[in-house]
């Protein structure tokens, strides 16, 4: 048995791309930035925050949703799988490219900054899920994990 899975949750460092091809079908192309919080060791050594870069490809009805909703710097919960691929670019160099196959987005900000309502897609034929989602339901208590030294009231 095998497992390719990945769930992210980030903000968008540009509109999609989005191409056409001859028989309508569409596909997006976007960046999405996930970032690591810094934080000190017991040393006093500050480990500064890490931001990764993903390259994120949706096809189909992804495609035109992202085309619609999707703007720079959209909190997005993305889920999918990791796909390689290889390619030679216009000089003859062969290139390797690591991409998010999203198969799921949904957007991830509370209240309506930017949208009237909670917008949801998948590629799924399953009933979508429209409910909004809690940030908080996501998001790990870092203030809690600050110290380098485990409780001393684990049961082992």
Same mark, same amino acid.
């Given at each position: 048995?095998?497992?390719?899975?990945?769930?992210?949750?980030?903000?968008?460092?540009?509109?999609?791309?989005?191409?056409?091809?001859?028989?309508?079908?569409?596909?997006a192309?976007?960046?999405?930035?996930?970032?690591?919080?810094?934080?000190?060791?017991?040393?006093?050594?500050?480990?500064? !925050?890490?931001?990764?870069?993903?390259?994120?490809?949706?096809?189909?009805?992804?495609?035109?949703?992202?085309?619609?909703?999707?703007?720079?710097?959209?909190?997005?919960?993305?889920?999918?799988?990791?796909?390689?691929?290889?390619?030679?670019?216009?000089?003859?160099?062969?290139?390797?490219?690591?991409?998010?196959?999203?198969?799921?987005?949904?957007?991830?900000?509370?209240?309506?900054?930017?949208?009237? !309502?909670?917008?949801?897609?998948?590629?799924?034929?399953?009933?979508?899920?429209?409910?909004?989602?809690?940030s908080?339901?996501?998001?790990?208590?870092?203030a809690?994990?600050?110290?380098?030294?485990?409780?001393?009231?684990?049961?082992?």
């Open positions: 048995m095998s497992l390719n899975k990945v769930i992210l949750i980030g903000r968008t460092g540009k509109d999609p791309e989005i191409r056409y091809f001859d028989s309508n079908s569409a596909v192309n976007f960046s999405l930035a996930t970032s690591e919080r810094g934080y000190k060791l017991a040393n006093g050594t500050e480990v500064p !925050e890490r931001t990764e870069w993903h390259n994120v490809v949706a096809y189909r009805e992804l495609a035109i949703f992202a085309e619609k909703w999707i703007k720079k710097g959209s909190l997005l919960y993305v889920e999918g799988k990791i796909r390689y691929r290889t390619y030679v670019d216009n000089t003859g160099v062969r290139r390797q490219v690591t991409e998010i196959l999203a198969e799921k987005i949904n957007f991830f900000e509370s209240g309506s900054s930017n949208r009237d !309502e909670s917008r949801t897609s998948q590629t799924s034929s399953s009933t979508q899920d429209t409910t909004p989602l809690a908080s339901s996501f998001v790990r208590d870092t809690k994990e600050e110290s380098s030294e485990p409780p001393s009231d684990l049961p082992f």
